[in-house]
């Protein structure tokens, strides 16, 4: 069966009676799929890794190393200048050990100071891995170092690991991810007044989050995200969350959720915004985050735009349609761009309010 240690994906072999595990395949990869002969002695993979796209293998026995039978992204590929990241663990406040990676431009120079995107994932039981990521290659290339860690609450670390974040997410997870802003900024090759924040559906709520508790990202992009727990709680499809998330529904413990809700301290925030939704997620519904965030920083004239995505659900980074998809992560660089980079976006521009108070537009 397929499982998942440390951001590793791979084919193990478990013995029924004791539980013992063998490891059929190793390796830095991600093993998506296998079908085997009857008597599992030999297999046939789809393997991904951070620079390769889903090619066939085939393992002749279990521990051998598997031979590559497709090659269906060679022509693309040799057209493209990808980068294998680089695995980095770090300690965070309290001893843990988190594992990060750490996507750099081509061409990197160590002695030069780059901006950096920290890319926090959703779930929150989910994680990142040795896996191929478009998204992360795709800001590399525009000149982004792109940190993207598995803070407490991921996966593939145990369940005492994956646990810890119960009735308090978010929490501490948000401290593990800067952390690792930190350990990046130690290493030299980061610009610590040129960083941005984004993330998607949990990693939407950590990047709401994140800048009600700090002003040092210039700029972030939440994503399909949550910003009232209470308004959530009500309106969304999921409700799986209720025993693990919360102890009590909002009407029973209303001081929980107006705690941990981003929306309590958006008069903190500083950060330019981009909201980017999806007009038919119900997973994590327009009002209770995006359009609350976006009217509450309008009113308080922080620069923040919302892009809304007609008949996209909370698919739309995954299954989106490709236009859509293509459009999403040109508006996320371009946010980026214009704050952390000081590039001219006159599409960002419309309705904001200048220094002398007069409206634009």
Do not use: C
């Amino acid at each position: 069966m397929l499982y998942v240690k440390e951001g590793r994906a791979n084919l193990g072999s478990f013995d029924v009676a004791s539980g013992k595990m063998a490891d059929v395949t190793k390796g830095n990869q991600a093993v998506v799929s296998y079908r085997s002969v009857p008597d599992a002695s030999k297999f046939v993979l789809l393997i991904s890794t951070p620079t390769r796209v889903g090619d066939l293998y085939w393992l002749d026995k279990a521990g051998a190393q598997p031979k590559q039978l497709t090659h269906i992204n060679d022509e693309l590929f040799s057209k493209l200048n990808l980068t294998e990241p680089e695995e980095v663990w770090y300690t965070s406040f309290d001893g843990k050990k988190i594992q990060t990676w750490v996507q750099k431009p081509p061409d990197f120079d160590p002695n030069k100071k780059y901006p950096l995107i920290l890319n926090i994932h959703g779930g929150p039981h989910a994680a990142y891995g040795f896996i191929f990521d478009h998204e992360f290659q795709w800001m590399a290339a525009k000149g982004y170092v792109v940190l993207y860690p598995n803070p407490r609450g991921s996966t593939s670390y145990g369940q005492d690991f994956g646990n810890i974040i119960q009735h308090k997410y978010p929490g501490d997870d948000y401290k593990d991810l800067m952390a690792g802003v930190d350990e990046l900024v130690r290493r030299g090759y980061v610009d610590d007044k040129k960083m941005g924040v984004t993330g998607g559906s949990g990693g939407g709520l950590l990047t709401n989050w994140t800048i009600t508790q700090t002003t040092r990202f210039a700029a972030a992009v939440s994503q399909r995200d949550i910003a009232s727990w209470s308004d959530w709680w009500y309106t969304a499809d999921f409700t799986l969350f209720q025993p693990s998330w919360f102890k009590a529904p909002p009407f029973e413990d209303p001081e929980d959720y107006v705690r941990r809700s981003p929306i309590t301290y958006v008069n903190k925030i500083q950060t330019p915004l981009m909201l980017i939704l999806g007009e038919a997620d119900w997973r994590t519904p327009t009002g209770p985050g995006g359009e609350a965030m976006f009217r509450a920083l309008k009113y308080r004239k922080i620069p923040t735009v919302m892009v809304r995505f007609p008949n996209e659900s909370h698919e739309l980074s995954r299954s989106g349609q490709p236009w859509h998809r293509i459009e999403r992560l040109q508006h996320i660089v371009g946010w980026f761009d214009k704050w952390i980079l000081g590039v001219p976006k006159p599409e960002y521009d419309i309705g904001e309010v200048t220094r002398s108070t007069t409206t634009q537009q």
